[in-house]
């Protein structure tokens, strides 16, 4: 019996286990859809502005200065996006990796790195890194994620970037593919590139009279382009890291009803030869009676 007790316990364990990993899922599920949501209305938006931006691209740009690239690159900050949460499979061990990747790509071709984390997860693991210089971790902007947030820290890089606090900036997140799919992804914020928002519809239509002109257009819309850019980063990570999860715990419900199956059928198979031992001693001493 001592067994069969064993048993029912495990089965009560794995059961609260699948009520568990079940509530989590949905939850995930919710705010998946609620943060997909944000990623289809900014979509226009942002397309919007990569047909402005590509029709202004045409004129002298040499005086816009987010979009100098150095001549010599001292000092890279890297911007490393992972949850504050874990339960969400390799969502943030696959930026863990990719992010000392490239610290170790940069400082192998001596350069200062600078590192700024955001989200607890992340944070743990980059503070014990040697030979860098740790910003520290923002953890709340993930309980407040929006463009304004976003737009204020996006506004900081700017001037430091300006100022010559940093030649370069990327960004590592995970981009949003699909609930199934994310992929860990490096960007560069600073300088920068116009190449990656070229469109096929820039030679049409471009009959246009700009007042005061190109170049001061552009300087004034980049920063608001850049702004959309990093927003744009952050809401892939979060809704990455929703349909991880919701994929992670679909998985571990799926692999706790799974072992609640195998445990019941040992569970009748155990019981069914207990009672069937009871019956035979019970036969047995009739037998013996009689």
Not at 81 to 107: A, D, M, W
């Amino acid at each position: 019996m001592a067994n069969l007790k064993e048993i029912r316990n495990r089965i009560s364990s794995v059961s609260s286990t699948k009520q568990i990993t079940s509530a989590m899922k949905m939850v995930s599920a919710a705010k998946l859809r609620k943060s997909q949501g944000a990623i289809v209305q900014l979509r226009p938006y942002a397309q919007l502005m990569n047909e402005v931006v590509c029709r202004l691209t045409d004129s002298n740009i040499e005086d816009i200065t987010y979009l100098k690239t150095k001549k010599i690159e001292k000092k890279v900050l890297l911007i490393s996006l992972t949850s504050n949460k874990g339960l969400c499979s390799t969502f943030n061990s696959s930026i863990i990796k990719l992010t000392k990747q490239r610290i170790n790509k940069h400082l192998a071709e001596s350069k200062e790195v600078y590192l700024q984390s955001f989200g607890k997860k992340g944070d743990s693991a980059f503070k014990y890194i040697q030979d860098i210089n740790y910003l520290g971790s923002n953890d709340e902007i993930w309980d407040s994620l929006n463009f304004e947030n976003i737009s204020l820290f996006a506004d900081n890089l700017l001037q430091e970037y300006v100022k010559g606090t940093y030649d370069r900036v990327e960004i590592i997140y995970n981009q949003f593919k699909n609930a199934a799919v994310q992929e860990p992804k490096t960007d560069s914020f600073l300088p920068f590139d116009l190449s990656t928002i070229k469109t096929k519809d820039k030679s049409t239509n471009n009959n246009y009279i700009f007042e005061p002109n190109k170049t001061d257009i552009l300087q004034s819309i980049i920063p608001l382009f850049l702004h959309t850019k990093m927003y744009r980063c952050f809401l892939d990570s979060f809704t990455s890291e929703h349909a991880a999860r919701m994929t992670s715990m679909n998985k571990a419900t799926d692999n706790a009803q799974e072992l609640l199956s195998d445990l019941t059928l040992t569970y009748n198979k155990l019981r069914q030869a207990s009672i069937t031992n009871e019956i035979i001693e019970i036969c047995s001493g009739a037998n013996a009676l009689s």
